[in-house]
């Protein structure tokens, strides 16, 4: 007698409750880290899913190269460690806005989240990229023109996610996940940020590199192929 198979819903169920089973662990042993150490915890979650983020777009933009720039991923590291405490203590505040009026509570965190902390954030991103990237031999003149190519663009890709994501986090997500929420939305968000930080507005940076030879230019490795081609037809036309 043929033995009888069990069936594809039996098997889909059970690997449903095994994930089930596993997310509510994953959050017991994360509510346990948050009691002993919040800040700690949240600024390790948010290093570990920058770093990741960061591997990922190494990985898609750099034509098939498979080495990864550890430093330029540590340099997202540490920046989302420092950020992260920040960003606790900011969704703490948000959690204390009242509504006004008619106005509810969720719609002022959203203002107040794009109107006070988004442009501080993307400023401070942009400018440790960039000094960091230079080993800190950039001027402020050099990061500040950095900062100015790439801040408008990120601040228009921010409105189509982040005002959202806000209003979500606090009408739905309970304090202590907040940040978590922020970090896993963050994943594809920083994604973008850590691609415009590295290769966006790459003229202006080799402009000012022309104009200051001591300035130091982290290129796309498609860039470096690139030039070397230029150079490569610039010497057969010469000969």
């Given amino acids: 007698m043929t033995p009888r198979r069990p069936s594809v819903h039996l098997t889909n169920a059970c690997i449903v409750q095994m994930m089930r089973a596993s997310l509510r662990q994953a959050l017991s042993r994360y509510d346990i880290a948050l009691q002993?150490?919040?800040?700690?915890?949240?600024?390790?979650?948010?290093?570990?899913?920058?770093?990741?983020?960061?591997?990922?777009?190494?990985?898609?933009?750099?034509?098939?190269?498979?080495?990864?720039?550890?430093?330029?991923?540590?340099r997202q590291v540490t920046f989302s460690a420092i950020i992260s405490p920040v960003t606790h203590s900011w969704f703490k505040l948000l959690a204390l806005v009242p509504s006004v009026g008619p106005v509810p509570a969720s719609m002022l965190c959203v203002l107040a989240d794009q109107?006070?902390?988004?442009?501080?954030?993307?400023?401070?991103?942009?400018?440790?990229?960039?000094?960091a990237r230079s080993g800190f031999a950039h001027s402020l003149s050099e990061v500040k023109a950095d900062v100015e190519v790439k801040l408008l663009p990120a601040l228009?890709?921010?409105?189509?996610?982040?005002?959202?994501?806000?209003?979500?986090?606090?009408?739905?997500?309970?304090?202590?996940y907040r940040v978590l929420f922020v970090n896993g939305v963050g994943l594809g968000y920083g994604m973008l940020m850590t691609w415009m930080a590295h290769h966006a507005g790459?003229?202006?940076?080799?402009?000012?590199?022309?104009?200051?030879?001591?300035?130091?230019?982290?290129?796309?490795?498609?860039?470096?192929?690139?030039?070397?081609?230029?150079?490569?037809?610039?010497?057969?036309?010469l000969a």
């Fill in 156 to 176: 228009k890709a921010n409105l189509l996610v982040w005002p959202a994501a806000v209003y979500l986090n606090v009408t739905l997500v309970p304090l202590n």
């Fill in 202 to 237: 790459h003229g202006t940076e080799n402009t000012t590199a022309a104009a200051s030879p001591d300035c130091t230019v982290e290129p796309h490795a498609g860039g470096r192929k690139a030039s070397r081609r230029l150079e490569t037809r610039e010497v057969e036309l």
């Fill in 36 to 74: 002993q150490a919040p800040l700690r915890t949240k600024a390790l979650t948010s290093s570990a899913i920058s770093a990741f983020g960061d591997a990922v777009v190494q990985r898609s933009t750099n034509g098939g190269d498979s080495r990864l720039d550890v430093s330029r991923t540590a």
């Fill in 115 to 131: 109107a006070v902390f988004s442009p501080p954030v993307h400023i401070l991103y942009f400018a440790w990229t960039s000094a």
